[in-house]
């Protein structure tokens, strides 16, 4: 079955940027949703930046301006771009997708990636 493996990630000074990356093990039919979310410690999982099917994005306030969601189609890989990270945004970011899956039956599937762990901190 389709997955989404995660990367990037890791350790960053305040101020810093990192780039995560979002690949899905196979050749997806359509996605019509996406988009990136975070838990951070003590707190339940909260949205960052989401594209709806329509194609409008929606980021959240406490990253307006600061990071930005993109997409791949030829890698088949999606990208969460976080610049002027700040420790309040120390959390484990998870990539989701809902895709209608390739092959001789399509599947609607909702699919998360493993989560990769930001930590901002001097």
């Known amino acids: 079955q389709v997955q989404l493996v995660q990367s990037g990630g890791g350790l960053v000074q305040p101020g810093g940027s990192l780039r995560l990356a979002c690949a899905a093990s196979?050749?997806?039919?359509?996605?019509?949703?996406m988009g990136w979310y975070r838990q951070r410690p003590g707190k339940e999982r909260e949205p960052v930046a989401v594209?709806?099917?329509?194609?409008?994005?929606n980021y959240a306030d406490f990253v307006k301006g600061r990071f930005t969601i993109s997409r791949n189609n030829d890698e088949n890989t999606m990208y969460l771009q976080m610049d002027n990270l700040q420790p309040e945004d120390t959390a484990v970011y998870y990539c989701?997708?809902?895709?209608?899956?390739?092959?001789?039956?399509?599947?609607?599937?909702?699919?998360w990636g493993q989560g990769t762990p930001v930590t901002v901190s001097s």
């Open positions: 989701n997708q809902g895709v209608v899956t390739s092959g001789p039956v399509h599947k609607s599937l909702e699919l």
């Open positions: 196979e050749t997806i039919f359509a996605i019509y949703r």
């Open positions: 594209v709806t099917g329509g194609g409008v994005t």
